[in-house]
């Protein structure tokens, strides 16, 4: 599956944002709700705070970052031109 580099590059701070907001929701309805959606939202949210830095620190070190040009070379298959001999 292709995803367009500038989603899979900001993947981690999807992930961190999702993560606060499920940390944010799970506080607020488990003070106004019930405590399990406390539990389990900041469960939930730290998981995917973690997730995130994950990502990120995968991605980082050591690979340098590519411009689109290199980046459809190395992944599109339309790029790559058959071998003349």
Not at 56 to 69: E, K, S
């Amino acid at each position: 599956m292709w995803i367009p580099i500038p989603f899979y590059e900001r993947a981690p701070h999807y992930w961190l944002l999702i993560g606060l907001l499920l940390i944010i929701v799970g506080v607020y309805l488990g003070l106004e709700v019930q405590r399990w959606y406390l539990y389990f939202g900041v469960g939930i949210g730290i998981a995917c705070c973690l997730w995130s830095l994950r990502i990120f620190t995968r991605r980082t070190p050591g690979r340098p970052a590519l411009d689109y040009d290199e980046y459809l070379d190395q992944t599109c298959e339309l790029n790559h031109k058959p071998k003349q001999s």
